[in-house]
């Protein structure tokens, strides 16, 4: 029998953690104490209590249930916006690699033009001016955020493209489609979708971030960012406000960026440290 | 970096600006809102259907998409970015008022940022596996992990209510009030460069003349100061380069947080009074800011990299 290694051993501990936490996102209205929305005014701002274990908000809403639920807010916008970024960037790059000439060109400047600017200041302009909103906040972000796995396709493809078994099947009278989707795209993948995990942690923080400023998760959407903000305004009567959706930001952006770490040593170990 | 590099550069620079520009404005135009009637609200007067056109004539706001760019852009080169609707005052002297408070803090979160992670970073490198190492890696990983406005909110909560050390509410700017936003910052960006300079250390340490010399016992304090640090720096610097994109971006959150009299919290501010001509000029200042951070630290390189002054790469 095979030895388990270190490697897949983390890693397989890392995918029970993160599915946990799926499992939270997804049993949410079971695991819930409370509806997160159901606000009862005569509880409001209570400290946390064997009632509320943590605690409740301005308008009586129990903080446990809004945290549980904004597992699922949270993953879910988070997955979208990192599926439409590696998604389209990965498209942008590949095409852009592999055919060259004018298309790469133009398409590279667009990509330097958007790597020369702080995309996290286009972002709040985009999600602020479009209105706040959930989806308008991940386009925001996608909108910015893009332009790596562009990079990251085209160079991976231009790599790949000097290989011989490309050359095989353009000879053999592939077509280019059959030859991006059959050779190009399962090549790449793995370093694809290890640079989208470990990506899943900063933007569960930025998405946070712009619901934070307004400017994402509306009320009364059980939304960490947004949790935060309104806890902001109570710090010095109701502290556990803004210390647990935090602390929930913080464990699950901890797991998935073990997670991703741990994805790479499997996949691509020549790029771990 | 050669002077016609510079020139290249700079050429580079004013096609991202004017893509940039275009993106912006192209953004305002879009966007749900008459500015007309915005301006028209902030100075009170009644709002008739009849003066509303006579606005947006007056704004330009009935001509065609590429007319109004154009017209915009040509104002923006000549140091006219128009007027801000919420601030009632000219664009240019707003983004003026509020860009101290923030280079202040930014450079103060910086300076202080190198002093928590070159040391940690160096003293990781150095005690590589070992008890200290995987301290400062295990912090600098939870310090990845939070989000800087949350590291706020409870340095906010601890500093300044609960031991009262730093003023908490609102005002002018100053040194008292500067460290708590200056501290959140700082933590949050060295959780990322202690990793980096632990690396570039590490990679400097394990270079074969370390070894040679280590072999001819010179001690490794001495090592490390004459040899590795300066050979270090050279990455660090570029580091230092892309976190200040960081900086930017993550100070309007932490102005917001800490009530900052900074050009995040206007920009905060101005995107909720939907003050167009006031976002758009942020968006540019941010990107001319930042395009010349990195300019100047490119070319702080052919001063520091002695392979680059003769000439050759």
């Known amino acids: 029998m095979a030895l388990l290694t270190k490697d897949k051993f983390l890693f397989g501990l890392y995918t029970v953690l993160v599915l946990v936490l799926a499992g939270f996102a997804l049993f949410a209205p079971w695991l819930a104490p409370y509806d997160p929305y159901d606000a009862v005014m005569r509880h409001s701002l209570q400290a946390p209590s064997a009632e509320h274990v943590f605690g409740t908000d301005k308008l009586g809403r129990d903080c446990l249930s809004r945290i549980l639920y904004g597992t699922r807010t949270s993953l879910l916008m988070t997955l979208s916006l990192v599926g439409i970024i590696a998604g389209i960037g990965t498209f942008v790059g590949v095409v852009s690699g592999y055919m060259g000439g004018k298309v790469d060109a133009v398409l590279m400047r667009i990509v330097d033009m958007m790597l020369a600017f702080p995309g996290i200041v286009l972002a709040i302009a985009i999600a602020g001016m479009m209105g706040g909103n959930i989806v308008n906040t991940i386009l925001a972000l996608a909108a910015v955020s893009w332009t790596k796995y562009a990079r990251l396709g085209r160079s991976l493809t231009l790599k790949l493209r000097e290989r011989d078994f490309i050359a095989a099947a353009v000879t053999t009278g592939t077509r280019p489609r059959q030859i991006l989707w059959r050779h190009v795209l399962p090549n790449i993948l793995p370093t694809i979708v290890v640079t989208a995990a470990m990506d899943i942690g900063t933007m569960i923080i930025e998405l946070a971030g712009l619901s934070f400023l307004g400017f994402g998760a509306q009320p009364p959407t059980p939304e960490w960012g947004l949790m935060l903000n309104e806890g902001r305004q109570h710090i010095q009567t109701a502290p556990w406000l803004m210390l647990y959706p935090g602390a929930a930001i913080l464990i699950v952006v901890a797991v998935f960026n073990l997670w991703g770490d741990s994805l790479r040593d499997i996949l691509a170990p020549q790029r771990a440290n | ?309 003769k000439g050759g790469h």
Not at chain 2, 20 to 38: K, R
Not at chain 2, 126 to 155: C, E, H, K, Q, T
Not at chain 2, 174 to 196: D, G, N
């Open chain 2, 1 to 309: 970096m050669k002077r016609n590099e510079i020139v290249h550069r700079l050429a580079q620079m004013l096609i991202t600006l004017v893509g940039v520009s275009f993106l912006t404005f192209s953004l305002m135009y879009l966007s749900p809102g008459d500015p007309a009637e915005m301006l028209l609200e902030v100075a009170d007067t009644i709002v008739s259907k009849e003066t509303l056109d006579e606005t947006r004539a007056q704004l330009g706001l009935d001509q065609p998409f590429h007319v109004q760019y154009i017209r915009w852009i040509t104002g923006v080169l000549q140091g006219d970015m128009g007027m801000s609707y919420s601030a009632k005052m000219p664009v240019t002297e707003r983004l003026w008022q509020c860009l101290p408070g923030t280079l202040v803090l930014a450079g103060s979160a910086t300076v202080m940022m190198l002093l928590i992670a070159v040391p940690c970073g160096i003293l990781s490198a150095v005690y590589r596996n070992r008890a200290v190492d995987y301290l400062i890696r295990g912090i600098s990983f939870l310090g990845v992990s939070m989000p800087s406005f949350w590291v706020g909110l409870i340095l906010l909560y601890i500093l300044g209510l609960k031991l009262k050390l730093f003023p908490i509410t609102g005002g002018a700017v100053s040194l008292e009030r500067m460290v708590l936003p200056a501290l959140t910052l700082a933590i949050a960006m060295s959780a990322k460069y202690t990793r980096q300079v632990r690396t570039a250390v590490l990679e400097e340490l394990g270079q074969d003349y370390i070894f040679g010399a280590r072999t001819r016992g010179i001690p490794l304090r001495k090592i490390l100061w004459r040899h590795v640090l300066p050979n270090a720096c050279l990455p660090l610097i570029t580091l230092l380069g892309m976190s200040i994109g960081w900086l930017l971006g993550g100070v309007a959150v932490i102005e917001m947080v800490f009530a900052w009299p900074g050009l995040g919290k206007m920009a905060v501010h101005a995107i909720e009074m939907r003050d167009y001509p006031l976002v758009q000029g942020f968006v540019l200042w941010i990107a001319v800011l930042y395009m010349g951070i990195n300019l100047l630290v490119d070319i702080s390189y052919t001063y520091l990299d002695p392979r680059l002054k």
